[in-house]
């Protein structure tokens, strides 16, 4: 069984930053060759795409309203992916998930609907206010 498990969340001011952190586990498998994703839902909204990152980390995309604020990494093993979150805003504030692509190898343009990710996490809160 695939585990997916986030953290970093937390209460912070605008203009502070945060880290997010995503483990992905199980099932004796690699995930080196998915590519991976964090998206965000706010209270009321639907699940949005944040940003997301290849299988071999030479693709990276982002919603456009995090554009130069969210960089989004992984580790090589590839078990691993981070959102570094810096001069975060309140309209940031959502449950950001992980998610695994479902797509081995692909390396294209194209990350940005939730029917890609076959694997999530249950989400860590992320609240920005003043």
């Known amino acids: 069984q695939v585990q997916v498990v986030e953290s970093g969340g937390g209460s912070v001011q605008p203009g502070d930053s945060l880290r997010l952190s995503c483990v992905v586990s199980?099932?004796?498998?690699?995930?080196?060759?998915?590519?991976m994703a964090w998206f965000r839902q706010a209270p009321g909204k639907e699940r949005e795409f944040v940003a997301a990152?290849?299988?071999?980390?030479?693709?990276?995309a982002y919603t456009n309203s995090v554009k130069g604020r969210f960089t989004i990494s992984r580790d090589n093993a590839g078990s691993t992916a981070s959102l570094q979150m810096n001069s975060l805003k309140t309209e940031d504030t959502a449950v950001y998930y992980c998610?695994?692509?479902?797509?081995?190898?692909?390396?294209?343009?194209?990350?940005?609907?939730?029917?890609?990710?076959?694997?999530w996490g249950q989400g860590t809160q992320v609240t920005v206010s003043s």
């Open positions: 998610a695994v692509d479902q797509r081995p190898l692909y390396s294209g343009n194209d990350y940005y609907a939730v029917i890609f990710y076959r694997y």
């Open positions: 199980g099932s004796g498998r690699t995930f080196s060759r998915y590519g």
């Open positions: 990152i290849s299988w071999n980390t030479e693709v990276t």
